[in-house]
């Protein structure tokens, strides 16, 4: 049986709290990518080059406020609701 990652998992895996959590929306957009993977993925993939939610992460830590920006919208244009926690 393979192990299946929670979102939590993936948090810690990729060490995510070098990123401010604190920051507007990350930690919900970043919710909402993860629980639509399955929906998303080939778009996501096509679309940002992004193969896996681990490249998202990456691209979120590396990137600045215009970056989470455009990832919203894409993801938004995707049907997916970014609920506030």
Avoid: C, P
Wanted: glycine residues 4%; without cysteine; aromatic residues 12%.
């Amino acid at each position: 049986m393979k192990h299946v990652n929670t979102f939590n998992d993936f948090l810690l895996e990729s060490q995510l709290n070098e990123l401010k959590l604190t920051s507007a929306g990350v930690k919900e957009l970043l919710s909402a990518i993860y629980y639509n993977w399955e929906k998303i993925k080939m778009q996501i993939k096509n679309d940002l080059y992004f193969n896996d939610f681990k490249d998202v992460i990456a691209y979120i830590k590396s990137g600045d406020q215009e970056e989470q920006q455009k990832l919203e919208r894409w993801t938004k244009s995707q049907g997916i609701e970014i609920l506030t926690l």
